[in-house]
């Protein structure tokens, strides 16, 4: 067999090497130093376009237990960062430009490996893997509308903040559909009441909040109806309140009255222990997005599942057109893999083209769901939602456990990366049997 990779990213250099190690020979395009992208500086692969951090390394965060998984299966990348690992408390953060020479040392010293600076805009025959990422050239970028519909493809993402649900305080928020009031109807959305004096101070430092910067080429995402929520504050004083903050159709049930303003929550996973803040996308800074949110009447105290983020960012609706082994359903000699797939980040990625060149092979017994990479693949393979956007990996995407811990929500991701641990052990020895993981 041999297999075509489009993009030596962080995703396709996992993929090729996966898939090389299997005896597979592999054709790995990439477009650089030829033709660059809006946020790539240099021609090497697996060049880290932003932070040089792949964020936390401890168990208890998600990403931690994702590299410590993708480390038991034995990934190229994982391997390349540890070795080029540079102090950062918790944190794994590397030399990006020896992490980078380091993949370019694996790629280049394996021989079932060619490697071809060539933009591609036609589907090689074959099988092949597509791992343009989130700044995939134009050209690919029309092929793939060909191949999945214009429907299915995005090209920016605008994340809200989404949090914990036992963070919440229940005894300012409530359950509540704008206009349904029956008692007793299922309730799909969480409310935080403002007072008049709670709105305009909340307002006050929206505005003034701390914001990222707006590069070039995302200028257009402002174009498309999809406002950061400190921008909608930057229109009017009452912008918001007659926008995403609107009170209409909702009766706070304490005061049994309308509040000043909302903020509404939905859930974002089906266990239900995750909530986004409705209309909330947002380029504020990460640490502002924790101040100013953490004023929202009932979020005093809460836990950033995710925050929230607006960015250039080219993604499929992985769930509607792939299948669970990240094939095109319409054309399975097809597959997708990293962040065009719709999951976000570093790590995610390089655990996505791990799975596309495993996957390639053809394991037939996919990871367990209650694992990191299960919850990976499963993310961008099988959610069901009609609002399809990019997430990091987090607990929210994992199974609840069937008995809690004490010691409160470090014990139980404690729990919950044990859990994973154990399963993904199993499945790595079912695939040893099958000597598919060798
Ligand atoms: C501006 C920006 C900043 C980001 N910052 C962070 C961050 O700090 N932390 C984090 O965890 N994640 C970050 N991300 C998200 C994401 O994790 C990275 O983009 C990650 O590199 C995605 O991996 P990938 O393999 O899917 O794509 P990439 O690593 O982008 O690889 C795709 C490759 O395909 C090549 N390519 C594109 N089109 C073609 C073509 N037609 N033919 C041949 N080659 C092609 C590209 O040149 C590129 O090398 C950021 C994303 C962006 C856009």
Known sequence: MKVSVIGAGLAGCEAALQLAKSGVEVVLYEMRPGKQTPAHTSGLPAELVCSNSLRSDLLHNAPGLLKEELRRCGSFLMKAADKCKIPAGGALAVDRDEFSKTVLEMLSSNKLIK???????EIPDG???IAAGPLASKAITDVITDLTGSDSLYFYDAIAPVVDFESINMDKAFFQNRYETEEGAAADYLNCPFTKEEYFD??????????????????????????????????GEMSLAFGPMKPVGLIDPRTNSSSFAVVQLRMENLAGTAWNLVGFQTKLTYSE????????????????????????NTFINGPTVLDKRLQLRTMDRIMFAGQITGIEGYIESIASGYLAGKLMTGIDVLPPLDTALGAVLRYSTDTITDNYQPSNINYGLFPPLKKKPRGGRRARREAQANRALESLGKWLADLDVLSFSK
Do not use: W, Y
């Open 115 to 121: 490697l071809v600076n060539e933009e591609v805009s």
């Open 289 to 312: 997005q924790k101040r100013i949110f953490r004023m929202i009447p009932g979020l005093e105290k809460a836990e950033f599942v995710r925050l929230g983020s607006m960015h250039r």
């Open 202 to 235: 909340f307002v006050k430092e929206l505005k003034a909040g701390e914001r990222v910067s707006t590069r070039d080429f995302e200028k257009e995402i402002h174009f498309q109806g999809c406002m950061p929520v400190e921008a909608i504050a930057d229109s």
């Open 127 to 129: 099988k092949v893997i």
